[in-house]
């Protein structure tokens, strides 16, 4: 783990030198994955150059996420803001002309983010971290122009499994660690029940310790509107 940190944290120190950008945002949820992302940025570039943005809906995000998510920026020492996207989702429901089905609910909350956190990114002269996983970007399983907007993955080559060892060795704390995986789009939401399978197993299959099951299979060629480039039409 020590090497993959060194690594992981020379890369994004690289990304950065490369474009002459000091600075960094990234949206915190008070789960695992935010948590690392966040953790490895501080540590590559300075806790001084990077802001975390707290994006909760309130009377869905738990409170003990927040609660998380804000004592991890204190032990960090990054700075931090909790801008709840209630007021923006809202605005959604009063447009006329045609009724809003479920999915399109729940990715518009994930788009609202990435909003913000490019709003306040263009303000402050900073780009957008990315925070998601290997096993999540290899299985599309993320809102496009949502949770996948960002200008640099630094987490992407980690599979779920190398996320929690990761930070286990950097001692993130264990509440963080230790909770189910949830972008909490909707209520008792979480990522595992949504696929219908466990980090572990998805893992395995991924990197062809076990037999790709049906349903992930299907997963995955269903995202690949996500994971393939998009599409440019020949003249």
């Known amino acids: 783990m020590k090497k993959v940190y060194e690594n992981l944290t020379k890369g994004i120190k ?11 945002v990234i949206g915190l949820s008070g789960g695992i994955d935010s948590a690392l992302a966040l ?33 991890l920026c ?11 996207i209630n007021s923006f989702l809202n605005q ?13 609910e729940i990715n518009t909350k994930a788009r609202i983010r990435a909003v913000i956190l490019y709003n306040y990114a263009n303000s402050n002269d900073a780009i957008v971290i990315g925070t998601s996983n290997k096993t999540e970007l290899k299985l599309g399983y993320f809102t496009k122009y949502g949770d996948g907007a960002c200008d640099i993955e630094v987490i992407g080559d980690l599979y779920k499994k190398e ?13 963080i660690i230790n909770k189910a995986p949830s972008a909490e ?8 029940g949504e696929i219908g399978e466990t980090y572990e197993n998805i893992d395995n299959m991924l990197k062809g310790k076990k037999k790709m099951s049906e349903k992930i299979r299907k997963l995955i060629q269903r995202n690949k509107h996500k994971t393939d480039k998009i599409f440019v039409v020949k003249k």
């Open 92 to 104: 959604f429901g009063k447009i006329k002309g045609w009724k809003q089905n479920k999915n399109a």
């Open 74 to 84: 204190e032990s960090i020492k990054v700075d931090y803001r909790v801008i709840p």
């Open 14 to 24: 690289h990304h950065f030198r490369k474009y002459g950008i000091k600075k960094a």
């Open 163 to 175: 996320v929690r060892g990761l930070a286990r060795y950097l001692n993130l704390p264990l509440e």
């Open 185 to 192: 789009l909707y209520k008792n939401h979480t990522d595992e």
């Open 39 to 71: 953790r490895l940025t501080a540590d590559a570039i300075g806790k001084d150059n990077v802001t975390a943005l707290l994006m909760p809906e309130k009377g869905l995000t738990k409170l003990s996420n927040v609660s998380h998510a804000i004592g």
